[in-house]
């Protein structure tokens, strides 16, 4: 004779369908991104084919779309990405150190968290407003008449606008504006990560704040800040909004600083040094343009377009993974 089930038995079995349901939905809805995912790789890939080739990496833009090439956008956004990356990362490790490591919690630290999380979460538009009025124009502090600054660097001279007007530089601080709270908070939560006790072990073995923080917090915290530039610089790369609102150019036959091909780097010192205060367009620019031109082949261009940036999203990414790991491969505690 089967004996009743007791009341634990009956809510216990109720708990456990639940947790099946629970984990059925969130494996529906990791399959359904997965699937959205793929069909719009398909459809972007199907569109591409016969487009994407060799002439299409290495040739400008063109009013007939089958001669029409990403060279100028391709070039672009690594510029703009090696500039973004080299004036928000410094910034913003050094930020979050101070924030964790220097500053008390006291009311200053809790207003610059509160406006760090209200400014990650600013609209990527306003970010382009600030940046026409900060970089491209400095408040027309100039007036009508910009300034050029010369500067002999023995191989050219240089000659530096002010205000920066529609350049890479601009472009590469404005895009800074806008990933460097996630940078910050990112950064401040690796830190938070490490152990309290690596560094009062450091501090009992007679290092200084500075060592301490040098040698054992900064390595440990690496592979986290690492993620959280990964996810920044990633934002950076599709963004659009802040790059027409400072006037980045929309059909361009040149590249920044001449520079066209990885020789060029070295046979050209003098367009290396130009790159950073000429015009741009970018691949976020190009591929807008190219969808909104009325003939249908440029349909297939701009989806050609889509999967070079998402190629170089995908290399950024894997070497950016790759630091990450090698950092964690050092961490013994």
Known sequence: MNKPKSVFESRLAARHRQGRLFGAVCMASTWFGIGVLVVLLAGVTWQAAGWLNWSFLTNFDSRHPEQAGILAGLWGSLWLILFTTLFSVPVGVGAALY??????????????????????????????????????????????????????????????????????????????????????????????????????????????????????????AAPGILTGVILAVSRAIGETAPLVMIGALTYVAFTPGDISSPTDIITNPAGLAEAPFDTFTALPIQIFNWVSRPKTEYQHVAAAGILVLLTVLLVLNGVAIALRHRYQKRIRW
Request: cysteine-free; proline content about 6%.
């Open 99 to 220: 924030l964790e490591e220097y500053e008390s919690n006291g009311w200053l630290q809790r207003l610059i968290q509160v406006n760090l999380s209200n400014l990650a979460g600013v609209p990527s538009i306003v970010y382009g407003i600030l940046g026409l009025t900060v970089f491209v124009r400095m408040f027309g502090v100039f007036g009508s008449q910009p300034k050029v600054v010369a500067l002999s660097l023995g191989f050219t001279d240089l000659e530096i606008p002010l205000p920066f007007g529609r350049t890479v530089i601009a472009a590469a601080l404005t895009l800074t504006l806008l990933i460097l709270p996630v940078v910050i908070v990112a950064a401040q939560e690796a830190l938070r990560a490490v152990p309290s006790s690596i560094r009062t072990a450091s501090y009992a073995l007679g290092a200084t704040k500075w060592q301490t923080i040098r040698h054992q917090v900064l390595p440990a």
